[in-house]
């Protein structure tokens, strides 16, 4: 019984730490992408994605 115990709470510890990442790499997201970015550009490529205004999406339906 101790033993199924202790593999319960290892269990729910990986789960929270897991859950914990996830949470930290939703919530600091845009910094990290613009640290890719500037890795990127310091190795010369060029960054796979523009950040595009969402006006562009819309500009040729005033012609």
Same mark, same amino acid.
């Given at each position: 019984? &101790?033993?199924?115990?202790? *593999?319960?709470? &290892?269990?729910?510890?990986?789960? *929270?730490?897991?859950? *914990?990442?996830? +949470?930290?790499v939703? @919530?600091?997201?845009? +910094?990290?992408?613009?640290?890719? !970015?500037?890795? &990127?550009?310091?190795?010369?490529? &060029?960054? +796979? +994605? @523009?950040?595009a205004? /969402? /006006?562009?999406?819309?500009?040729?339906?005033? !012609?």
């Amino acid at each position: 019984m &101790k033993k199924f115990f202790a *593999g319960v709470v &290892k269990f729910l510890v990986v789960l *929270g730490v897991v859950a *914990g990442l996830a +949470c930290a790499v939703i @919530r600091y997201w845009d +910094c990290i992408m613009d640290f890719v !970015e500037r890795v &990127k550009s310091l190795r010369g490529e &060029k960054p +796979c +994605c @523009r950040r595009a205004r /969402e /006006e562009d999406d819309y500009a040729d339906w005033d !012609e």
